[in-house]
């Protein structure tokens, strides 16, 4: 199951986006006023995007449609060159294999024991129970919660759920991954942790990221550092330089008003950008 | 009201039975569309019907019992006290029996169903087993329909045996009538079409029951106050619909096996 689509992100990777996620003027509306108007923006390879903006604005619904969790009013959504706009929704399950995505409340299942909630994907895959116990503990060791193992997410505490969360999302090693607010609600100790993981995955697997957060302590935290591997931690980065492959997107009033990278959104003389950074 | 309103409202209405025609469309279609979680369908087997045998067999019982109760003293009047059995089992095998388990299992089922997937749904986690690649149509919705509607069957059965061996009891104990003599009137008055009626019904209440609580659950917004609304929603809605649909049943059997 997880095969097919790979072949096909293969096929197309030669799309002139050549991307991994491509948004060309993708409006949105609930029963309301719109939620995003003509949002244009890609995730190249390697590239971890950090999209801000206030509560509310819409952030956790661009996470859902580059994931085709939502589909836009109008504009088109590219993932791995493929359209996803109007794919079908037994097209999209598959192509979403390849993508890991953590929820702003974690969204664990709550009735399945971490080990099954982090195995979920490979035991769908009907793989052997020896190969799914030993990645299980390897993802747990990743985001170091291996004791959990056994655990329901009843008797986690939030920032726990949000490693484990990270864990699920990353087991089967996605070619993409979005991240709704990994911090949110939780205490700076546990943020920091959560900032550290994001990082981690970012420098030692490389694999592109979309990350939504609101809190640009975090949002800084990542452009102004790195993982070291030597040293098994997350270093700052030499004064005045920040990560080339972390760049940010601001999202206002439905409307994308950055796009660019960290000196470039801290430069900014946009007025709300100011105010916001401030 | 206004106009405006009144569109508004057929609107939706409209739109509300269009979405659940279509929900119920791919809840069978998935039936013949790989995968199929059969490990799904004996949890939920389990958990539907083994967890409902206590209050069916008690409802069963006493239905039985108290139509035993009502009876033998009008057929007495006349002296047809030695039809009790035949009354009994007619009425619970045809009527009683699929109507009562198929409201007992709403009440139980319907709701639990619209509250657990509800929950799921305002927590994300319908959403996280999307993004994980696992369609939750097929994974939490056909598995259940498929175990109530089987399950329903059964539990009408037994429901049907409760009912006559309540009936039997009350006969016996409190009106002093002979047990051999209830059994044979109850066995000799039933014919294949009552069977068939009776059997048919538990069938389209399953689908009711199991499409209606779903369908409830995973439409929920609104966080838990939505799932408390879905879940009181799914509810009186089968309930409602198995009403309605036992009549609707009872006159095309009818029609099919009209009466000698």
């Keep these: 199951m997880a095969t097919t689509p790979q072949v096909e992100a293969q096929e197309t990777a030669e799309h002139p986006a050549h991307s991994v996620l491509v948004f060309e003027d993708v409006s949105l509306r609930f029963n309301g006023p719109p939620v995003l108007e003509k949002v244009s923006f890609k995730v190249k390879p390697a590239e971890t995007r950090i999209l801000l903006g206030p509560a509310g604005v819409g952030k956790s619904v661009v996470l859902k449609l580059a994931n085709g969790l939502l589909r836009p009013d109008s504009g088109r959504i590219f993932l791995f060159g493929q359209e996803i706009t109007k794919m079908p929704e037994h097209k999209l399950l598959a192509l979403r294999t390849l993508t890991g995505m953590v929820f702003q409340e974690s969204a664990l299942f709550d009735s399945l024991t971490v080990r099954d909630n982090v195995g979920y994907q490979l035991m769908e895959r009907h793989l052997p129970v020896d190969e799914i116990d030993g990645r299980v503990r390897e993802a747990l060791r990743f985001v170091e919660l291996e004791h959990t193992y056994d655990m329901l997410p009843a008797s986690l505490s939030g920032g726990m759920r949000r490693r484990v969360a990270i864990a699920r999302a990353i087991i089967d090693q996605p070619q993409f991954l979005l991240y709704d607010s990994p911090t949110g609600g939780l205490d700076p100790v546990t943020s920091t942790t959560i900032d550290e993981l994001i990082i981690k995955e970012r420098d030692v697997y490389k694999t592109p990221a979309l990350l939504v957060t609101h809190r640009l302590q975090d949002a800084f935290t990542m452009a102004t550092h790195r993982f070291d591997t030597e040293k098994g931690g997350v270093v700052p980065l030499p004064h005045g330089t920040t990560n080339p492959e972390t760049t940010f997107l601001v999202l206002h009033e439905g409307k994308l008003i950055f796009d660019g990278s960290t000196e470039g959104l801290v430069t900014s003389a946009d007025p709300f950008l100011k105010e916001f950074l401030a | ?260």
Excluded at chain 2, 63 to 74: E, F, H, R
Excluded at chain 2, 126 to 138: E, F, H, Q, S, Y
Aim: charged share 10%; hydrophobic share 50%; proline share 3%.
């Design chain 2, 1 to 260: 009201m206004p106009i405006e309103s009144l569109d508004t409202l057929a609107k939706r209405m409209l739109f509300a039975v269009q979405e659940f025609t279509l929900f119920c469309g791919e809840a069978l279609a998935n039936l013949f569309r790989a995968p199929h979680y059969w490990s799904d369908v004996v949890t939920q087997a389990d958990l539907i019907g083994v967890g409902s045998i206590p209050i069916v067999v008690l409802t069963g019982f006493f239905t039985g019992g108290v139509l035993a109760l009502q009876s033998a003293a009008s057929l007495a009047q006349f002296g047809a006290q030695a039809y009790t059995g035949r009354f009994v089992s007619l009425s619970m095998i045809r009527e009683l029996a699929p109507v009562l388990t198929g409201l007992m299992v709403s009440g139980r089922n319907a709701g639990g169903m619209a509250s657990e997937l509800g929950s799921m749904q305002v927590t994300e986690q319908i959403d996280a087993m999307r993004a994980l690649g696992t369609d939750p149509m097929k994974k939490l919705v056909t598995p259940r329909m498929l175990s109530t509607v089987v399950m329903l069957f059964l539990l009408t059965i037994v429901s049907d045996t409760l009912g006559t061996a309540g009936g039997a009891f009350v006969a016996v104990v409190f009106s002093a009538q002979n047990g051999t003599q209830y059994f044979d009137s109850a066995y000799q008055a039933l014919v294949f079409s009552d069977i068939i009626q009776g059997l048919t019904k538990p069938i389209f209440f399953g689908f009711i029951i199991s499409l209606i609580g779903c369908y409830y659950g995973m439409k929920t917004t609104g966080g838990t106050q939505g799932v408390g609304r879905s879940t009181t929603q799914a509810v009186v809605v089968s309930s409602i619909m198995i009403i309605l649909m036992d009549f609707l049943l009872s006159r095309i059997m009818l029609w099919v096996f009209p009466p000698m």
